[in-house]
């Protein structure tokens, strides 16, 4: 059932409004738990679209073998999206850097509070986040090291390719994510593919992997497949940035294991028929990032290389 979570008035007789899907098990059963997949704080970020899509879909298909409740927010960031700009436009803010919101502050972080209030007492909640125009993703769960222990055997039923576990950083604090674990509501944050773009395999496999995760947690009978056995990092993660300007061409696949001093492409220049850098692999591992957007200038991260982790 669709709901609007929130309103704000807007110019010319204009309303931003919040809306949900809120899915429950048919009537007669009970409505188990509770969990909250959201997308679109990020206006430019798309992905998530799609895997909402896929979700609504499956969950429809077989409503009898619903036993929680499904909430669905599309476009937490409805603005952004609109306007295909990653922040709130006219407040100039990252949506993601002003949570949990405030009842009584401007109308961004009133309607950050109201979000998220919203969402307050689920069980679980999602957070699907793609990549910047400029880097692709494999699909991966993000999570701090202060909730890795609660966190990381959830990740594990997400069908991810791997999960990361960083240092907790201050400004994760005003994230979502921070957020809802400090209130009590165990929240995953997904990164994968690439921002203004749409990849349907990525979409899929973490369509499978949200469906087998309420599987585990008793809250839908139907069958999903096995979900794959990612890679449990901790940090161990080779950064390669460009040490000249010109066109970044990849030699090497997405996904692909390589190992070190493998070719991973070249920095061409287009004005002398050069290679200005042999770009080379620092060290062995899972290539998980890698330049989709061609144009780059010294320093501009190029690829990342998961180097250690752990695997099931």
């Given at each position: 059932m669709e709901q609007v979570v929130t309103s704000?008035?807007?110019?010319?007789?204009?309303d931003?409004?919040?809306?949900?899907?809120?899915?429950?098990?048919?009537?007669g059963k009970d409505r188990g738990k509770?969990?909250?997949?959201?997308?679109?704080?990020?206006?430019?970020?798309?992905?998530?679209?799609?895997?909402?899509?896929?979700?609504?879909?499956?969950?429809k298909e077989h409503p009898e073998w619903l036993r929680g409740t499904v909430d669905l927010y599309p476009a937490l960031n409805p603005l952004g999206i609109n306007t295909v700009r990653r922040g709130v436009p006219l407040f100039d803010l990252d949506m993601n850097r002003i949570f949990p919101g405030a009842a009584d502050g401007p109308a961004a972080e009133y309607f950050a509070h109201e979000a998220i209030e919203d969402m307050r007492g689920a069980d679980f909640a999602v957070d699907l986040h793609a990549s910047n125009i400029f880097l692709?993703?494999?699909p991966q769960v993000r999570i701090s090291e202060e909730t890795a222990d609660a966190l990381v055997p959830l990740a594990k039923q997400l069908n991810v390719d791997f999960v990361?576990?960083?240092?907790?950083?201050?400004?994760?604090?005003?994230?979502?994510?921070?957020?809802?674990?400090?209130?009590?509501?165990?929240?995953?944050?997904?990164?994968m593919g690439v921002g203004m773009?749409?990849?349907?395999?990525?979409?899929?496999?973490?369509t499978d992997g949200i469906l087998n995760l309420m599987h585990t947690q008793g809250m839908w009978d139907g069958e999903t497949p096995p979900p794959r056995k990612p890679i449990v990092s901790k940090d161990e993660v080779a950064f390669i940035n460009a040490d000249a300007a010109g066109i970044f061409v990849p030699a090497v696949t997405h996904n692909g294991h390589v190992r070190k001093g493998d070719i991973l492409g070249v920095i061409a220049d287009?004005?002398?028929?050069?290679?200005?850098?042999?770009?080379?692999?620092?060290?062995?591992?899972?290539l998980f990032t890698l330049r989709e957007y061609p144009v780059v200038y010294p320093g501009s991260l190029l690829a990342r290389i998961l180097t250690g982790g752990e695997q099931e």
């Open positions: 704000l008035g807007l110019a010319v007789h204009e931003l409004e919040l809306y949900k899907n809120h899915l429950t098990p048919l009537p509770r969990i909250c997949i959201v997308t679109g704080i990020h206006g430019d970020e798309l992905e998530g679209q799609y895997v909402l899509y896929l979700l609504n879909r499956r969950l692709r993703e494999l990361w576990i960083h240092a907790a950083a201050t400004v994760l604090e005003s994230t979502l994510a921070h957020s809802l674990n400090a209130m009590g509501t165990r929240c995953l944050v997904v990164e773009r749409l990849t349907r395999e990525y979409a899929e496999q973490l287009p004005l002398t028929g050069t290679d200005k850098q042999i770009v080379t692999a620092p060290a062995a591992g899972l």
